[in-house]
């Protein structure tokens, strides 16, 4: 049996590729490009083109597409063919540097949120280097070069979520950079890096019972069905071991993946029975996000092969649990290693810790847009619905490194070493927490020993939204301390005397945002809300208006991240998605009601009506049933999104009443056990 192993980049025309058949000023000249994030020299553009669509031609490609990553959270394409008639009859191919450059791909019914007019509408594609082309193989013969592009309108404005993200990342670098400055580290050109890996989590559906349930397939998720009595209570299907179709699955899924170049690491079945979970390699953010996107359409794509559904969906089932997305973020510095890694000596420990502490600034002044970035319908159900994790963004850092951050607060308020504070650079630090031993699960930002968990992301999202408000948050606190630190060692302070204070101060400042306890707690909730003074969104109407804030705007438009305009578009889309998705399940629900399941218990009442043995079941179905057709009434008559997710809750009390009270062969949905027991 061939090792799959063996295929890895195979459809990726990826650094070798281009060292392999790129001349040698060419190929340095791209790689410049990628490495430093310079301008493309357009000269090389023709045949680095050439290059690539014998590649893809050798491969099998027919056609050429830049793939980007519209405001509808997917993906995008629209082929052209290599072909060019020879006007003798034939064809020659070509693939120019201009075209591989820019696209015009017209896409005027994406949505832009205002930011264009419709006679205006056309958009722009323009080529993303850092993130390597691909073959993408839809079918047999239909193999198509994917170029990842940037998607922006007439004037440069982005109407997709790659430009925002990469213009974060370049002020995350820049910023970066200048705190590495404080501390002597100068690597000339070389960019820093936000590193993305995404733990992504799915179920896996039978094809077949998908199909008879059109809940699932119009929303994505169940909006009626009775808990089943065994689900995941005993824990049994976590970490267990994986049945043979799922098996099957998961291998071919590596497979392709590995095939995009996509570094596919752990898969395992998660806590609920048919919830799985694919964890990759962390990459540089860019191409992680990236790769999210594929491996998000490579599950869906080899799932239906292997007779599945796979759900995205961040609450397919209720009552069991949902999906999301564990956002693992750390920050490569310039000279190529992990910053966020407790180092070694005084000196990297200071580093450290700064960066520690300006993530604690960041998270505490813009919790309110981190939760904004991740509010869909969608993960509504699990942020502030009792699921991992709340909707209060709080940061877990774990015991030891709580305790050195309080230390450094404590010890700003002197002026020299005293009563065992910790003072920056001076003391040897004591031995920093290292690996992943010190764990909380239900905090929604986690120090994991190397890198930050942001796990309020959805399954069903691109990450792209949440580390671009992470990046610019980040790059705002690097700013912050490394102006005040280079203000007063100008004004004379001795560097760690500065660093101290500065520290202590922002500690001082943000310190209640940390949160090391049980975060599903009612208890604090109410300390976070009442006592802490700590944003609690609970939902997307609640979460959403935050992006219209002055602290946002000032914030996305003082790092050229998001211009007021391009900020008010995302507003406007993901608020016009929102009514869209929960006016699609309201309507999708009260038709499911009134022309299936109503039936369903007419028919039970109709056949129990003359058994007098079951006169107490057939009673009981008759009440229920004159609420479930009140509350099909009070659904379709409910407008807003507020009164509609109310109203759907309402009826779906009485109809999973009904379920466990009807005969099953008359029930014509799949139950809750059925769907999850495969
Ligand atoms: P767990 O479930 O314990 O969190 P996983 O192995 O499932 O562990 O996922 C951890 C994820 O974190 C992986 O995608 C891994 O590559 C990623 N990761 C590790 N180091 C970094 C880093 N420096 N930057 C970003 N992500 C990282
Ligand atoms: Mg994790």
């Known amino acids: 049996?061939?090792?799959?192993?063996?295929?890895?980049?195979?459809?990726v025309f990826g650094l070798p590729v281009m060292e392999a058949r790129l001349s040698a000023p060419t190929f340095a000249s791209l790689k410049k490009t990628i490495d430093s994030g310079s301008t493309l020299d357009p000269g090389i553009a023709d045949e680095v083109a050439e290059a690539m669509k014998e590649w893809a031609m050798e491969k099998g490609a027919t056609h050429y597409t830049h793939w980007f990553q519209p405001l509808t959270g997917s993906?995008?394409?629209?082929?052209?063919?290599?072909?060019?008639?020879?006007?003798k009859g034939g064809v020659v191919t070509s693939f120019s540097g201009d075209e591989l450059i820019q696209g015009e791909p017209d896409a005027s019914s994406f949505p832009s949120g205002g930011l264009r007019a419709t006679f205006e509408a056309r958009g722009y594609t323009g080529w993303d280097p850092s993130s390597p082309a691909f073959i993408k193989y839809d079918s047999v013969n239909a193999a198509t070069l994917c170029i990842p592009t940037v998607f922006c309108g007439y004037n440069g404005e982005a109407l997709d979520k790659k430009t925002p993200l990469l213009r974060s990342m370049k002020v995350l670098s820049d910023q970066t950079i200048r705190l590495g400055k404080l501390f002597g580290i100068d690597c000339g050109d070389a960019m820093a890096q936000a590193t993305l890996g995404g733990e992504q989590e799915y179920f896996l559906i039978d094809l077949d019972l998908v199909a008879e349930r059109p809940d699932l397939l119009r929303t994505g998720r169940t909006l009626f069905g009775k808990p089943a009595s065994k689900h995941q209570q005993l824990d049994d299907h976590y970490f267990g071991a994986i049945k043979p179709r799922v098996a099957a699955f998961m291998a071919e899924l590596d497979a392709v993946l590995w095939q995009y170049g996509v570094p596919a690491k752990t898969r395992h079945n998660e806590v609920c029975p048919a919830q799985f979970e694919i964890a990759p390699v962390f990459e540089t953010l860019n191409i992680g996000v990236d790769h999210n996107m594929i491996t998000m359409e490579v599950l869906k794509v080899t799932a239906e092969k292997h007779g599945f559904a796979c759900l995205l969906h961040e609450k397919p089932f209720a009552g069991v649990n949902g999906s999301g997305k564990h956002n693992n973020w750390a920050i490569m510095g310039p000279d190529g290693k992990n910053w966020l890694k407790p180092g070694d000596n005084p000196h990297e420990n200071a580093k450290f810790m700064t960066i520690v502490v300006a993530l604690l600034k960041a998270v505490d002044t813009h919790a309110d847009l981190l939760r904004a970035s991740v509010a869909t319908a969608g993960n509504d159900h699990r942020l502030g619905a009792n699921e991992a994790p709340p909707a209060v963004v709080s940061v877990f850092l774990g015991d030891q490194l709580t305790d050195i951050v309080e230390q450094i607060e404590a010890g700003g308020a002197n002026e020299s070493k005293d009563g065992g504070h910790i003072h920056l650079g001076v003391d040897l630090l004591p031995q920093l927490p290292r690996g992943n031993t010190d764990r909380n699960r239900t905090s929604p930002f986690a120090f994991v020993g190397n890198r930050f968990e942001f796990r309020a992301v959805g399954s069903n999202q691109s990450p792209a939204g949440a580390n671009i408000v992470l990046n610019t948050i980040v790059a705002e606190a690097f700013d912050y301390i490394c102006t005040e630190v280079e203000t007063a060692v100008a004004g004379g302070k001795e560097f760690n005397a500065a660093l101290q204070d500065v520290l202590a101060a922002v500690i001082k400042e943000h310190k209640r945002i940390l949160f090391n306890g049980d975060g599903y707690t009612d208890e604090w909730i109410e300390e976070a809300t009442k006592v802490r003074g700590l944003p609690n969104l609970v939902t997307t109407e609640d979460a959403l208006p935050m992006l219209q804030t002055q602290k946002a705007k000032d914030l996305f438009a003082k790092y050229g991240v998001l211009s007021n305009a391009e900020l008010e578009s995302r507003f406007n889309i993901y608020e016009e998605t929102y009514e869209t998705i929960i006016g699609i399940e309201a309507a999708t629900a009260a038709e499911i009601a009134k022309t299936m399941l109503v039936p369903a218990a007419v028919t039970a009442i109709a056949e129990y009506s003359a058994v007098p043995a079951v006169a107490g079941i057939c009673a009981e179905m008759s009440s229920l049933l004159e609420k479930a057709v009140a509350g099909i009434a009070k659904l379709e008559a409910a407008e807003k999104p507020a009164k509609q997710i109310a109203a759907?809750?309402?009826?779906?009390?009485?109809?999973?009443?009904?379920?466990s009270l009807v005969p099953a062969d008359l029930w014509p949905l799949p139950s809750y056990a059925e769907l999850l027991l495969v």
């Open 1 to 11: 049996m061939k090792n799959t192993i063996e295929g890895f980049g195979e459809l």
């Open 75 to 87: 993906t995008a394409e629209k082929h052209d063919s290599f072909i060019f008639p020879d006007f």
């Open 648 to 659: 759907m809750n309402e009826l779906r009390v009485s109809i999973d009443a009904l379920e």
